[in-house]
T-cell receptor
């Protein structure tokens, strides 16, 4: 399988706490994207970070990228019950390929 | 505006039957992608179109899988002689230009082969 790895596979926290998810990928990338998937809904794009960026923020989301370690992390601050979902990282390989390579996902549960 | 739509949402096929899954991308989106998502896994790339041209079909698991986008908008993924291992959710995504930007996903078609 080409898929990257995310850890943890599952995470359960209380509302108001922060959630951190990590992702590793295998090849040199053009960019890395994070998506959320709720049951019954499609994947929703959250944030994109380019290979020459190290950190990016969007609302309660903070993404970091370490290309030397081929890893990324997604931090969700002040979590809400509505953040309960599966989170996937997806890497766009450098070199002209148009396909996203997804990780296996982290299942986040935020308890009210 | 309308997002990516897919039909049917659910499909049950007997082993050996042919199925056709439809994707309507966001109007004006140039790129269209098909992914297969097994239970508990992330999506896996199947194929990619830019307008009507199929530029990458490296992810299609066998020659039983065929995709087309004849007029550069609606796309159909066809699976011939379905097998149990084809059971999965099939996701379609589109993007305005190239996938260097975000992709917009449809709700998927859940295919169950019995």
């Amino acid at each position: 399988s080409q898929q990257g790895e995310e850890d943890p596979q599952a995470l359960s926290i209380q509302e108001g706490e922060n959630a951190t998810m990590n992702c590793s990928y295998k090849t040199s990338i053009n960019n890395l994207q994070w998506y959320r998937q709720n049951s019954g809904r499609g994947l929703v794009h959250l944030i994109l970070i380019r290979s020459n960026e190290r950190e990016k923020h969007s609302g309660r989301l903070r993404v970091t990228l370490d290309t030397s370690k081929k890893s990324s992390s997604l931090l969700i601050t002040a979590s809400r019950a509505a953040d309960t979902a599966s989170y996937f990282c997806a890497s766009l390989t450098q070199g002209g390929s148009e396909k996203l390579v997804f990780g296996k996902g982290t299942k986040l549960t935020v308890n009210p | 505006g309308a997002g990516v739509s897919q039909s049917p949402r659910y499909k049950v096929a007997k082993r050996g039957q042919d199925v056709a899954l439809r994707c309507d991308p966001i109007s004006g989106h140039v790129s269209l992608f098909w992914y297969q998502q097994a239970l508990g896994q992330g999506p896996e790339f199947l194929t990619y179109f830019q307008n009507e041209a199929q530029l990458d079909k490296s992810g299609l698991p066998s020659d039983r899988f065929f995709a087309e986008r004849p007029e550069g908008s609606v796309s159909t993924l066809k699976i011939q002689r379905t097998q149990q291992e084809d059971s999965a959710v099939y996701l379609c995504a589109s993007s305005l230009v190239r996938t260097a930007y975000e992709q917009y996903f449809g709700p998927g078609t859940r295919l169950t082969v019995t």
